[in-house]
Structures are given as structure tokens and as C-alpha cells.
């Protein structure tokens, strides 16, 4: 079974930064484990909402419009984890932050549909202004 498990949310002041990380065990991140990620958020009474994401490969990105300029996705395949940098915080951007997994060889832009295989837990990030 894959488990994906976030870290790194925590109390941050608006216009500072934060790197989350999303390390996936029971799948090695390959050519033949072709995984996209994508990173989600969610506010309390709110929809889920797409974040951004990452090809398998890590040579395609896309992200929302509200965080294009201030997110970056990266990964490492080799030990399996991916990260969200998140820059220029803003208190809208609050949220419990998820972690995603869909194996697929398309672009990353296909993710914003919210279809995956796989889910984290979830970090809480909080922005005060």
C-alpha cells in the first residue's frame, strides 16, 4: 500500500516562506511507479482546491493562478519525496495543505481534476497577518 506523508506546516508571518515535503513509502518513484504529484488545500466550511502538481519525471509543472510566481513543485525521485516551496505567504493562503498521488504519464495540468489514487493526511499551514 502507498502512504504519503506531509511535513513541514507550521506558523509562518505573511510574506514569509515555507517548504513543505510529501515522502511516499511502499513505491519507489520510476519509470514503471509513474506517479504525478500534486499538492491540494483546503480552508475550514471550503472546497478542496488545487494547488499545483508535478509530472512523474518532474519535467512538467502547473500550478493556480492565485499561487503562479510565489509556489514551487520539485522532486526527487530518488528519495521519493516532493516539495512544495512556498513563498511571498499571503493569510489567504491558510489552509490544510494535501499531498496527492495519480500514476499517469500525462501532464501535470491533468491533475487539477482532483482524481488520485493516493492521499496524505494533510499539514496545517497558517499565514498571520
Known amino acids: 500500500q502507498v502512504q504519503l506523508a506531509e511535513s513541514g506546516g507550521e506558523l509562518v508571518q505573511a510574506g514569509g516562506s515555507l517548504r513543505l515535503s510529501c515522502a511516499a513509502s511502499g513505491v519507489t518513484f520510476n519509470a514503471f511507479n509513474n506517479y504525478a504529484m500534486g499538492w491540494f488545500r483546503q480552508s475550514p466550511g471550503k472546497e478542496r482546491e488545487f494547488v499545483g502538481a508535478?509530472?512523474?519525471?518532474?519535467?512538467?509543472?502547473y500550478y493556480t493562478d492565485s499561487v503562479k510566481g510565489r509556489f514551487v513543485i520539485s522532486r526527487d525521485n530518488a528519495k521519493n519525496t516532493v516539495y512544495l516551496q512556498m513563498n511571498s505567504l499571503k493569510p489567504e493562503d491558510t489552509a490544510v495543505y494535501y499531498c496527492?498521488?495519480?500514476?499517469?504519464?500525462?501532464?501535470?495540468?491533468?491533475?487539477?481534476?482532483?482524481?488520485?489514487?493516493?492521499w496524505g493526511k494533510g499539514t496545517l499551514v497558517t499565514v498571520s497577518s
Open positions: 508535478i509530472g512523474w519525471r518532474g519535467s512538467s509543472t
Open positions: 496527492a498521488a495519480r500514476r499517469t504519464y500525462a501532464q501535470a495540468m491533468t491533475l487539477m481534476t482532483g482524481i488520485m489514487d493516493f
